[in-house]
């Protein structure tokens, strides 16, 4: 598991669209799937400054590492709609929250991330993925 949290005390948005929120699910899953496990130089490029600040592309190759060992691609999610668990929501340090999984088999992909607004964009200061069992979550 990845989990930075900064201390941020940037004006919390009132209220994001569901298009910034499908942005933001979209924007991570391709830099997970697609460009994360294959160019951590990528993910850590496109994150917020407090993850790049914890976690070096080197550091992010090593978090992910057991996915490589066990063979686990999770290139996969990069086609597949995201289905959450929990509404998105803003927490009180204005940080957007998305939580659910992909319906992969034999083993689902559940996923729980957290963004901060920099820049115009929502960048992951959080990301948690785990490959398990449907019924065992």
Same mark, same amino acid.
Do not use: C
């Given at each position: 598991?990845? $989990?930075? =949290? /900064? *201390? ?5 948005? &009132?209220?994001? #669209?569901?298009?910034?929120? =499908? ?6 899953? =391709? ?15 496109? &994150? ?7 976690? #070096? /592309? ?7 590492? +057991?996915?490589?060992?066990? %063979?686990?691609?999770? =290139?996969?999610? &990069?086609?597949? $709609?995201?289905? /959450? *668990?929990?509404?998105?929501?803003? @927490? @009180?340090?204005?940080?957007? !929250?998305? !939580?659910?999984?992909?319906?992969? *088999?034999?083993? %689902? ?6 963004? +901060?607004? #920099? @820049?115009?964009?929502?960048? /992951? ?7 398990? &069992?449907?019924?065992?979550?």
């Amino acid at each position: 598991m990845i $989990t930075v =949290r /900064p *201390t941020w005390s940037g004006r919390v948005p &009132a209220r994001r #669209s569901e298009d910034q929120v =499908r942005e933001a699910q979209r924007g991570t899953r =391709r830099r997970i799937a697609v460009e994360g496990l294959l160019n951590y130089a990528v993910l850590h490029a496109k &994150a917020s400054k407090p993850f790049r600040e914890q976690f #070096s /592309p080197d550091r992010l190759k090593e978090v992910f590492k +057991v996915f490589v060992e066990k %063979h686990i691609d999770i =290139r996969i999610i &990069a086609a597949k $709609t995201p289905l /959450p *668990t929990e509404e998105a929501k803003i @927490d @009180d340090d204005g940080n957007l !929250i998305l !939580i659910g999984y992909f319906d992969t *088999t034999p083993s %689902h992909v559940y996923y729980d991330l957290k963004y +901060v607004l #920099s @820049d115009g964009e929502w960048k /992951p200061i959080k990301i948690n993925v785990n490959v398990k &069992a449907p019924d065992k979550k």
